[in-house]
Nanobody, 114 residues
């Protein structure tokens, strides 16, 4: 049974940092690309960042230079380090990946507010 479980969300002030984690189970983690998406209230879900099985990365323009995606294949975990957070980063963040990129986590709330 494939599972993706996110953690690390919370409330942070503008300019602050958070690190999200997504731990996978039920598939061979190291051979699949993984991604982070987010969905703000009233908006469509959008891609934030991806990381390939070889470690190649892609970032949305809005987060480039502030967010870093990484993976630890020994721990079956993908991370999203978020720095210099802005109120517009407020959203539910979802982990995505696995066979056919078909699997999603349950989401973790990130709120950036003073």
């Amino acid at each position: 049974q494939v599972q993706l479980v996110e953690s690390g969300g919370g409330l942070v002030q503008p300019g602050g940092s958070l690190r999200l984690s997504c731990t996978a189970s039920g598939f061979i983690f190291s051979i699949y690309a993984m991604g982070w998406y987010r969905q703000a209230p009233g908006k469509q879900r959008e891609l934030v960042a991806t990381i390939g099985k070889s470690g190649s990365t892609y970032y949305a323009h809005s987060v480039k230079g502030r967010f870093t995606i990484s993976r630890d294949n020994a721990m079956n975990t993908v991370y999203l380090q978020m720095n210099s957070l802005k109120p517009e980063d407020t959203a539910v963040y979802y982990c995505q990946g696995g066979p056919s990129s078909a699997y999603w986590g349950q989401g973790t709330q990130v709120t950036v507010s003073s």
